[in-house]
């Protein structure tokens, strides 16, 4: 199986929106409404952020939302703060499970 | 509150096995809303999922990694383990556990981390 692809970067001001992308096939994200996100500061456990494409657990920030299109799953950080920089990573259900290669959020 | 911490040797030759133990506390393993799993993640790359067991004790591996991993559960014990055998400095990472929801296949809850090293 491939990891699933992202953005090696995306960089935002505080305030701003950002979106990461990512892509995978129809035997991973375009199949199953399986795809999750997680977010990982350095030298810390990743913290799950978004579930089963758009949904928040208990306690993260509703600035943050989950999306699909097809093969494509969203990730979209509305309002940046300085928290939020950290490395993003997706994860979807493939008869397995893959994640995404990260995505480092730079908070300019 | 959910906990897991991961326990093992730092540091493993290669060509040899490394062995992982996962204790979960605060909630039982043998709950059947869960899957258990493994995720490594080398210094400076990205996650990558190594595998899963049910309580029951049916498992799936990363195909990537099938031929070398073997994870088992004690429920007596409420702990999870994995073997990876034949490893080389590749195999040297970050290595976590986490506790995997069985019907959406995400992971709510992981371990601190574990830093395990392939050397002579």
Redesign the interface.
């Known amino acids: ?1 491939s ?1 699933l692809t992202q953005p090696a970067s995306v960089s935002g001001s505080p305030g701003q929106s950002i979106t990461i992308s990512c892509t995978g096939t129809s035997s991973d994200v375009g199949g199953y409404n ?1 795809v ?1 996100w ?1 977010q990982q500061h350095p030298g810390k ?4 952020m978004i ?2 494409v758009s949904n928040r ?1 208990s306690g993260v920030s509703n600035r943050f939302s989950g999306s699909k299109s097809g093969n494509t799953a969203s990730l979209t950080i509305s309002g940046l703060q300085a928290e939020d920089e950290a490395d993003y ?1 997706c ?1 979807s ?1 493939t ?8 995505t480092k959020l730079t908070v300019l | 509150q959910v906990q897991l911490q991961e326990s093992g040797p730092g540091l493993v030759k290669p060509s040899q096995t490394l062995s992982l133990t996962c204790t979960v506390s605060g909630g039982s393993i043998s709950s059947g809303s869960y899957y258990w ?1 493994w ?1 490594r993640q080398p210094a400076g790359k ?4 190594i ?2 067991i049910y309580t029951s004790g049916s498992t ?5 990694l099938k031929s070398r991993v073997t994870i088992s559960v004690d429920t007596s014990k409420n702990q999870f383990s994995l073997k990876l055998s034949s490893v080389t400095a590749a195999d040297t990472a970050v290595y ?1 556990c986490a506790r ?2 069985a019907k ?5 809850y ?4 574990t830093l395990v090293t392939v050397s002579s």
């Open positions: 199986q990891a399986y999750s997680y456990a990743p913290k799950l579930y089963d657990p990573y994860s259900y008869s397995s499970s893959v994640f995404g290669g990260g | 799993s995720i990205g996650l990558e999922w595998g899963r799936n591996y990363n195909p990537s976590y995997d929801w959406s296949y995400y992971f709510d992981w371990g601190q981390g």
